[in-house]
C-alpha cells in the first residue's frame, strides 16, 4: 500500500520531472512563445515601476 502513494510524497523531483516531460513534449515554438510572454510581462512591470517612482520622485522633487 506504502509504495502505490509514493508518487503522491516525491515533492519537487517528481515536479520537475513532470515539468521537464511536458517541456520535452511540446514544440519549440510554443516553448519561446511562453518564453517571451513571460520576458513581456517582467518588462511591463519593471516598466511600470520605473514610471511610477520617476512620477514620485517627480511631484516630491520641485523644480
Do not use: E, N, Q, Y
Amino acid at each position: 500500500m506504502r509504495g502505490s502513494r509514493h508518487w503522491v510524497h516525491c515533492g519537487a523531483r517528481c515536479f520537475a520531472a513532470a515539468l521537464l516531460a511536458l517541456c520535452g513534449l511540446c514544440s519549440g515554438c510554443a516553448v519561446i512563445a511562453v518564453a517571451d510572454a513571460v520576458v513581456t510581462t517582467g518588462v511591463v512591470v519593471v516598466k511600470t515601476g520605473v514610471k511610477a517612482t520617476g512620477a514620485v520622485i517627480g511631484a516630491v522633487i520641485p523644480d
